[in-house]
Structure formats: C-alpha cells, structure tokens
C-alpha cells in the first residue's frame, strides 16, 4: 500500500495526496461537525492552490512540503500581494485625480490674422481740455487727496450729476493728437481707423482690422503696424496714473482689453520693436479639466476676464444701480454712474471686489482661447530723425499746443501757481521794505544836508569872525606899529645911513684942509671949519632923534602898546586897544636871540657913531686952531664911524625883521594857515554837500523811476494772479531789456550808496577833525583873549576839550545818520534776490516752451508691431490616462509579482462562489437528510 502510494505520487503527486485527504477526511467525519467542516476548507484550499494559476501559491498548500518552505512561500505570496494591492491603489488613485498631458505644436501658415492693438495714454486728463470744461481743479482734488475726497467734497465744484463718461470722454486725450502718425502695411492710415474704447486703464484707442484686411503674409515691420504718438506730457495732469508714456495690450478681436491690468508700459522717446506670436490653447473641461464656456448677461464672447467684469457690472448694478464707464452693459444698462454715486457707492464696491470675487463670481478659464506672446526690444530715436522732426511743419503746431497746456498748468496746477503766489507775496513785501527803505533814506539825506548846512554855516560865522580878527590885527600892527616905524624912517632914520661913507670921507677931508698950514685963508678956513661943525651937528642931531624914535618903537613892543591908533573899517577904535596882539608884540622883543642881539647892537652901534662924531668935531677944533691933526685919531675916527654905520644897519634890518615886522609876518601865517584849514573845511564840506545832493538827486530817480517799475512789476504778477495776464506776457515782462536794466539801476543805486557812505564817512570825520583844527585856532590864540573878552565871545576861551565833546556829539549823530546800511539792511540783497529767482522761474518757462530735441524725446514715441515669423503655437490639453491604461497597469502589476491575470481573479471568484458556497448549500442538505 505504501508503494502503490509512492508511485502515485511519482505519477501525480497532487492527485494522490488529494485522494489520501479525502480518504482520511471521510474516516473521521464521525468525531465531529465542526472538525468535519474545517477539514473540508482545508482541503479545497489545498486543491485550489494546487491547481491556481497563481505562481507560489502551490508550495504553500502543498503538505508534504516542509513547514518553513511553506512559511517562506506563504511570506514571498503576501509581500508580492501588498506590492500588488500599492499599485492597484496607487494607480486607481493617478486615474481618480483625472491627469491630462499638454500638446505642444509649432504650425506655419501662409497668412496670419493681425490681432487688436489698444493704446492708452498713462495720462488719462488733458489739461486744456479739463481747464476748458472747468473741471482742472475738481479732477486735481479727487487724484491729489484721494483718500479725503468724497461725495462731499463734489459740492463746492457742482459736480455731483456730472458722470463719469462725461469726465473721462470730455477730458481725454483725442486721438487725432495722441496719434501722430500711423502705417499699416506701407499704407498712411488716419485716426478714425482707430475706434475709442474705454477700458479699465481710461480712454484708449485700438487698431483692429477685419479678418479680410487683417491677414499678414509676412513676417518682419514692413508687415506689421507702425505708430507714431504724441503722448503730450505737456498736457498731464493729476489723474489715476502718475506715469508718463503709454501702455499697450495687444489682444485678440472678442477679447475685451484689461490694459491696466495686462498692458506693457512704454516710455517716451523710445522705438519699440514688438515681435508677435500667436499662441492658441485648448484646455478640457471637467473632470480633466476646470475650462468652461459660459453665457454671460453683458459679454457676447466668455474669457475669464470678461466673466471678471460681467460679474463686477452685476455687483455694481446690484449695490448702485450704475457702473463705471469701462464696465460692459447692454444697451446702456446699467447707465454709467455719476460722480456722486461713484464716491457714494461704485468706489467701494470697485474697492472690495477682490476680497469677494471667489466668493461670488465662478469665471472659470477659457476653453479656447488666444494669447499673443511678445518680445520687446528698444532703441532711441536718432539725431537725424529728431532734426527731421523739428524742420517739419508739426513744431508750429507743437509749439502753439505747448504754449496753451503750459499756461494752463501754470495757471491751475498748485505747484507752480504757488511758486507765482509766493513770489508776488515775497515782492509785495520786499517792495513795501525797499519802499520805506526808500522814504527813511530820502529822509536821513534831507537831515545830513540840514544837519552839515547847520555845521558849515556855524563854521562859518566862527571862521569869519576869527578871519576878520586876523586881518584886524594885521592892520593895527601894520598901522598902529609899524606905520610908526615907517614914519620914523621919512623922517630921520633913513637919513643916518644915507651915504655915510661920503659924509665921513667928506668930514675927513674938510678936518685935513683945517690943517693944510698950505691953506692960510683964515676966512676960508672959518667957513669951512664952520660948515664941518654944522654938518656933524646936524647929523649928531638927526642921530639923536633916531635913538629917540628907537627907543619910543622899541618901548612900544615891550610893552605892546600901539603907536598909532588908526580905525579899521568902521570897527570903533576903542576896539583897537584889546584887538591888539600884545603877547605877540611882546614875545617879538625877545623870542630869539637874534632880537635880542638886535636891539643891543641897533642902541651901541648908533651910539658908537654919535661918539665917533663928536671924535670928529674935536679932531676938527683942533686942527682949525693948530693947523695940526693926528692922524692915527682921525683914521680911527673914519674908521669907527663907518664900522658903526655898517653894523647899526645891520642891526636895525634885524631889529625890524625880528621885532618891528614878526607880529604882522606871523600874523600873516596865521591867517594863511586859518585861511588854509578853513579851504580844506569848505572842500569837505562841498565834497559832503555834493554828494549828499546827488544822493537827493539819485533818491528821486530811484522813486520816480526805479521804485515805480519795481512795482509795475509787483502789479504784472498781481494782474496773472486775477487771471487778466498770461504767464507769457508775465515772463516777456521779467525778462526784458527794461527789467534788466531797472535792476541795474537798483544794484548801482544800492552800490553808490553804499561806497557814498564809506565816503562820506570818511569826508564827515575829516571835516570833524578839520573844524577841530579850526576851534583849535581859535581857542588856542592867547593873542585874541583880549579881544573875545572884549567882544564876549566866551566860547572862544573854553576849552578845547568841551569844544571837543560837542564836536563829537554833534558828529556822531551825522555820522549815525551816514549808516545807510544800517537803514538798507540787506533789503536791497533781498529784492535781487527775489527779482533773481523770479527771472530764473521764467527764464525755466520759456524755456519750458522751446520745440527742441528734448521736446520731441519726451513727447514722441514710436511702435514697430509686427509677427516675427508666420507661426503659430497650439497647446491643447489631452487625457493623460484612461480606463483602458488602468487596466492595463493592473495587469501588468499582478503578471509581474504574480504571475496572474484577469482571469486569476475570475479562478479566485469561481472558487469563491462554486466551491464554497456550494459546499455550504451540502451541508444544509445533510442536516435535513440527518
């Protein structure tokens, strides 16, 4: 039996060992129910693993098997099953997330269709169009304070019904300006080939052919759309967008242009290359994709931003009644609203829109739609084109347009009319001060030629007092004491030196004929002896009364008593005793010792000659008597005689220089020195006086002519601020030749009086010091002491230091009225200055208004759009993975770590539903059977 079993399972192991559970199986039914059942399952499991398509599943229901092998098969099976059931999952899950793939294709086409170009000027207010509409400073409130203005705000400008079609249309740039210059395919188009829309960035204006005249059969600029724009940045003023140049967005024909949000900023001056490629998307709706295709109440064609802006019309019209002028609407509904419901209601709403866009609008993407990608490249714009621009007949236009927009934004931007309103309140309170300026010096000046007449005119009463006391005691010395010395020489003393040498030989002569014994002729002899006696007696005589006319002359200046008593004028001659300078006449007797030699020499010499005389009348009684004479005496006689002769000429020329003539010679100096100091007083005084009356002269120039025009152009800048002037005449006004030269004058006028006042300065203190050299004269002449008692002049015997301290004060005060920088005070610095910056602020105006190159660059610029080759991108969407692809992955899954197939889970079901549900339904039978 055992070898019968052997060769079964040589022959078929599983058969065998299938029959032998059975057969155990069916010997123990008899122990139990439940062991019966769990033997039964055993054994089918075995029987379904042993005939499973399953790879392994086999070595884990064979018996025979040892138990680890069992074990490891059974680990290896499960392992194998959980990777399988990760992948299952795995790849359920890929299939459930709905996967797509994007298809990427290049296609060429002969002919491409030219897409919508809109262009929007970043300036969204015309400035001459809004001053014209009176609506500049409204538009400036609501974009300069946007977060205080309100509906409230409306009211002062009566504009609470005005809407916002009529701001933003009214007030936009036109296109006829904003667009320069257009080409189409080599082909001038005009303007109105542009169609005005209204888009979320303001009033814009797009290029769109038709699908005929929009096909482009070529690549490159000749075959595209080349633009000239003026974006007339001389026109901008405050609005939503503070940039200047323009945005663009090129788009598809049904698009509706979001070119705030999508558009590419441009700057002025530039030349813009845009190169184009279409790029069409496709994209699958649910549950591969969230594309829809939606009907719209105020879109015809569905895009995600039109959906955006059909629901924000909805919300508006919901919440306001109204839209914004950029919202679609259908027929006028809803009507667009006014500024008042703007502020009131539409502000808002616009405001709070993307906070609540996910919540209430659904605006799924596109299904189908076009995008056009872009590469910009810039260069400038070139010399020779700017010159070609400026030799056209355009820059009469441009300067006429740039002349009307620059007055007006002078004229209504608070910018630059505060700079004019500043500088009419600088120059009306520069003018008040350089006027009263003005007054203070017209007065200052009237006072300084008041004050220096006053100071001449006593001066000159001083100086004619003292010059009149001068040639007063002049004359007294010339007639009361020297007039006497003249006489004395009439009379006697010019009889003693005359010929004294013959009178002496004459005497010698006569006494040696007395002694001539050859000359016997007593008769004779007595009438010569006689006549010599009468000749020396005579001249004795005459010496005698020399010596007493000397000594009368002398004794008069000792004791300075006049000799004469002549009247001067028809001064009283009781005036002539203390007019006369005594001290003077005095100090002469013996102020050197040339005076005092003189007079000793002017009394011994001639009293020597009166001794020689008397010598010569006794050598002359000697000789008549003895008919002798000594020789030795009578030389020493004629010898004497002539000495003292000789040298009492001498003395009496020194007695006369040094005493008799000194007091009317120093006299003389004084007076010409009293005479000098008073010329250089006078020349200051006429140097002060002159200048002082041309500074009169020139303050009535400054008033009547300088003053005068200052304030006609203070009244120029009043007459622009009332709006009866424009900044044109304003600025010609500044800048002409007559403000230019009126600024000279007032710089050489201020300059003049500033070297004046140096000068004058200068002037005033040396006619101080020369009027104190005068009091000085005059006070320190002891010789006049007499004479100011007499007459009662006590000023003249103060002293100089009173005279001196009055001096000063008096002065002083002129000279603190000479400060006229004191009074100016930099005023005049300060009116330049003002004049200076309003000449530069218009100077900046004017030149504001030139049509040149800069000009052009900031106001022109140029677009080159065209296809950069002729084709197109298509991405589309496609289903990633399918059913049929999940399947397959299963498959594969379970063949790879398994071994099975489909059909291994249909063994797995069959063994499922047929053995064990039919081996339950046996067991039922039994039990009933039983």
């Not at 290359?273 to 719209?296: A, D, R, S, W, Y």
């Not at 100090?587 to 008397?614: G, M």
């Not at 120029?716 to 030269?741: C, G, I, M, R």
Request: with cysteine; charged share 25%.
């Amino acid at each position: 039996m055992v070898s019968e079993s052997n060769d079964r399972r040589g022959a078929n192991g599983f058969i065998s060992n299938e029959m032998i559970n059975m057969i155990d199986t069916s010997e123990k039914m008899d122990e139990a129910q439940t062991k019966k059942d769990k033997t039964s399952i055993s054994d089918e499991l075995c029987l379904f693993g042993e005939s499973s398509s399953v790879h392994g599943l086999k070595y884990v229901s064979e018996r025979s098997s040892h138990c680890f092998r069992r074990i490891f098969w059974l680990l290896v099976i499960l392992c194998c099953l959980g990777v399988l059931i990760y992948q299952i999952v795995d790849r359920v899950r890929y299939f459930t997330s709905n996967p797509v793939t994007v298809n990427v294709q290049v296609n060429y086409n002969s002919t491409l269709v030219f897409p919508a170009v809109t262009i929007c000027n970043q300036n969204a207010f015309k400035a001459t169009l809004a001053a014209e509409k009176k609506r500049y400073k409204l538009i400036e409130d609501m974009f300069t304070e946007p977060e205080s203005f309100n509906s409230t705000s409306l009211q002062k400008d009566l504009a609470e019904n005005i809407t916002l079609e009529e701001l933003y249309l009214q007030g936009a740039h036109k296109r006829e300006d904003f667009i320069f210059r257009a080409i189409w395919m080599g082909k001038t188009m005009n303007p109105d080939d542009f169609d005005q829309f209204v888009t979320d960035h303001g009033v814009c204006y797009t290029f769109k052919r038709s699908e005929t005249d929009g096909k482009v059969s070529s690549p490159g600029i000749e075959n595209g759309l080349r633009l000239t724009l003026n974006i007339e940045q001389y026109e901008y003023m405050p609005g939503p967008h503070d940039a200047a140049g323009i945005k663009m967005l090129i788009h598809d024909h049904s698009d509706i242009p979001m070119v705030h949000a999508l558009g590419q900023a441009i700057s002025p001056g530039s030349r813009v290359f845009v190169g184009m490629k279409i790029i069409e998307l496709e994209n699958l709706p649910e549950p591969h994709g969230n594309c829809e295709e939606k009907t719209l109440e105020y879109v015809d064609t569905y895009t995600s931003e039109g959906c955006r802006l059909d629901c924000l019309t909805k919300r508006a019209k919901s919440e306001c009644g109204c839209r914004a002028l950029y919202m679609p609407h259908n027929n006028g509904d809803p009507p667009v609203c006014t500024l008042k419901q703007y502020y009131d209601c539409l502000k808002e709403v616009i405001e709070r829109f993307p906070t609540l866009y996910y919540k209430i609008c659904s605006c799924p993407v596109s299904c189908n739609f076009r995008l056009f990608e872009t590469d910009l490249s810039y260069g400038t714009t070139s010399d020779y084109n700017l010159r070609k621009y400026l030799s056209s007949n355009d820059t009469t236009k441009f300067a006429q347009d740039l002349l009307n927009a620059t007055e007006v934004t002078s004229r209504y931007e608070d910018t630059k009319l505060s700079v004019v309103q500043d500088f009419y309140s600088t120059l009306t309170n520069d003018t008040e001060k350089i006027s009263n300026v003005h007054e203070r010096l017209v007065t200052l000046v009237d006072g300084l030629i008041n004050a220096t007449d006053v100071v001449y005119q006593d001066m000159k009463n001083h100086y004619d007092f003292k010059d009149f006391l001068y040639k007063y005691q002049i004359y007294i010395m010339q007639k009361n004491f020297m007039r006497a010395r003249d006489a004395m020489e009439e009379r006697h003393i010019h009889i003693v030196p005359l010929a004294y040498t013959e009178f002496i030989l004459l005497i010698e002569k006569s006494i040696r004929k007395l002694a001539d014994t050859q000359f016997p002729n007593d008769t004779s002899r007595l009438v010569i002896y006689g006549n010599l006696n009468d000749k020396i007696d005579s001249r004795l005589e005459i010496t005698e009364r020399v010596i007493a006319n000397y000594t009368s002359l002398r004794d008069a200046y000792i004791a300075g008593q006049k000799i004469f008593n002549y009247k001067y004028m028809d001064i009283p001659r009781a005036h002539n005793n203390p007019a006369t300078p005594k001290k003077l006449i005095q100090d002469s007797v013996n102020h050197n010792s040339y005076a005092n030699k003189s007079t000793v020499q002017f009394e011994s010499f001639i009293n020597k000659s009166v001794v020689t005389l008397n010598l010569c009348k006794d050598l002359a009684g000697i000789a008549y008597a003895s008919y002798t004479v000594k020789e030795a005496d009578l030389w020493l006689c004629v010898e004497d005689y002539r000495h003292a002769m000789r040298n009492w000429m001498y003395a009496r020329s020194l007695f006369y220089y040094e005493i008799v003539e000194r007091p009317e010679r120093i006299l003389q100096e004084r007076l010409e020195n009293f005479e000098s100091l008073w010329t250089e007083f006078q020349l200051m005084f006429q140097n002060i006086n002159q200048s002082l009356y041309s500074i009169r002269s020139e303050n009535t120039d400054f008033g009547s002519d300088i003053l005068t025009s200052i304030e006609n152009s203070n009244r120029q800048l009043e007459q622009y601020l009332v709006a009866n002037a424009t900044k044109l005449s304003l600025s010609e006004d500044f800048l002409s030749n007559t403000t230019e030269d009126v600024l000279s004058k007032l710089t050489l006028y201020f300059q003049i009086l500033k070297t004046r006042q140096t000068t004058l300065t200068d002037w005033i203190s040396r006619l101080q010091s020369s009027a104190g050299d005068i009091w000085q004269n005059i006070l320190n002449d002891e010789d006049s002491y007499d004479y100011y008692t007499y007459v009662n002049k006590n000023e003249y015997l103060k002293n100089f230091t009173e005279i001196e301290s009055d001096l000063k004060s008096n002065f002083s005060t002129i000279l603190d009225d000479v400060k006229f920088t004191d009074v100016i005070d930099g005023q005049d610095g300060q009116l330049l200055s003002t004049f200076n910056n309003i000449i530069a602020h218009m100077k900046e105006f004017q030149e504001a208004l030139k049509v040149d190159s800069d000009f052009i660059r900031d106001n022109l610029l140029q677009i080159n759009i065209f296809y950069r080759e002729m084709s197109y991108e298509k991405i589309d969407q496609q289903i990633a993975y399918d059913m049929f692809s999940l399947w397959c992955d299963i498959g594969g899954t379970m063949g790879l770590f398994l071994g099975a197939s489909f059909l291994s889970i249909l063994e797995i079901a069959d063994f499922v539903l047929h053995r064990v549900v039919q081996r339950k339904v046996t067991h039922r039978i039994d039990d009933k059977k039983m």
